[in-house]
């Protein structure tokens, strides 16, 4: 097959453009702006609501501190984002196939790798301008409402994030590659996604290959202070970021055989 | 210079299978260049499949075909730099208005920001939709839209150009405009066109092939094809019942079958010149009260229905 890839700016525009008309990438910064503004004033409004709800019994909670609020936002960056991209990609190739654009795209001298990797690099776009966003929200009321995080710690954490993100969006586009209805695709991309959140915690060895070990209770300490190895930092970045090229090939090679 | 180049279509032993079952049974067609080619046969014949094929959709199962010179499995060139294709149903992206979607397409085939205006202004006026160039093609009608899928095939200035069913879903102002359209390209560029409406390809090809159980039954000029295989009728209306002309036609030889609809009668025949000789007289001396008199010319059709029908039991399976 004739790898050309000089259509694929032409593509990585259309895809770009078609998330700004069809609202994609206002959903995608607005969820998960308002994820990262959220997780500090919550943490901080916390033990006052707590107080409000206990109908006079007194519930002493320990003072909330940075830690707490960036664990928070950490836990809510995990979930909510990822069933998101989910909703939001699953159709990617699916629905292009069922409605046949896909026919006239591929009739003109563009190869399906092309086809795939725009799709990816658009998508992958939208996220890293959101998870940014996210970020400098969350650091900034942390900051205000608590005390500073450390930079170097934060941006690592933000840098998982996003490959965390990353992988769920290469399990969503093999699904949508693989099935031809998209609802079905959102499915088996669900629980790949399941698979990504739960496999670490039933598996160490699968655990020191995905990013999301970071923001786990062990090694979470160490990261904010300063003490960890470069070693465990670079392994689960670089292991999860090898993961999300091993399943992009797949996903090219897979499109490569099927039938439009 | 080979055969394969200088034909603008040449496919020799084309097949394809799904399983077990076998869509493209050995297909060898010669398309010449710049002539408007039409492919013939009844649904599920194998037309869309030998168009997916040289369109490079589907990879074959066996045999080899080049279109524009070039191999459609060949790795060093790529075909559909040089092809147009239109689908039986062409999609768009709704979101986009008519002047984004074209200008995308001729992003892709890498032309350069000052000639993809132009050719974008060229194909909008070509086609009839200036003035509906901002408008998103969501709401574009049914025959906008097939005539913006035919601007898209154009894009590139293709050597040849496919069209899958182009008309069978278009009302009949939507086809006599698409078949107008068709008509200009003739001399331009090869148009390789398929269908099951025959008046449609009876009207604007030059040579046909018709297709059947994915086997080539015939291909030759569309006059060629009228002159070898449609049979004569004459038609012969009565102001009466026309039951009386079974018995009078009955023992002419050139006669070969007589079909009778009320006060009118279709007389099949083996020898037209013997028939305009013998036949009038014939009718003159019945007395029989005559209306109409006609000796019908044979259409695509006629050709059609004959070859489909004479295909050997052991061709279809």
Redesign the interface.
Known sequence: MIMNFSPFWPMLKKELYEQYRTYRAFIAIVILLLLGVSAPIVTKLTPDLLQSLGNGITIVLPAQTANDALASYLKNMTQLPGLMLILLAMGCVAEERSRGTTITVLTKPVSRSVFVLAKFFAYAAVLLVSTALSAAAAYFYTTQLFSALPVTAFLLLNLALFIFFLLALAITILASVLLRNAVAAGGLAFAGFLALSILPGLNATTAQALPSILFGSERLPLLLAGTITPGEILWPLGAGLGLVVVLLLLTCLIFQYQEL | MTVAEQAAIRCTGLRKSYGTAEVLKGLDLTVPAKSVFGLLGPNGAGKSTTM?LL????APTGGQAWVAGVPISG??T?V??R?G?L?E?????L??TGY?FLH??G????LKPALLRQRCDELFSLVGLTGAEKKRIGAYSHGMRQRLGIA?ALMNQPEVLFLDEPVSALDPLGRKEVLELLAQLKGHCTVFFSSHILADVDRVCDQVAVLHHGRLLAQASTQDLKEHYAQPVITIELETEANPLTDLLKLENYVQQINIQGNQASVLVTDLALAKQRLPALLVQSGLPLLRYEVALPTLEDVFVRLVHEEPAEAKQ
């Open positions: 997916k369109t490079r959709q589907i790795k060093s790529d559909r730099q092809i294709y689908s149903q062409p999609a768009f992206y979101w986009m984004e995308f397409i992003e892709l085939f890498g898209q």
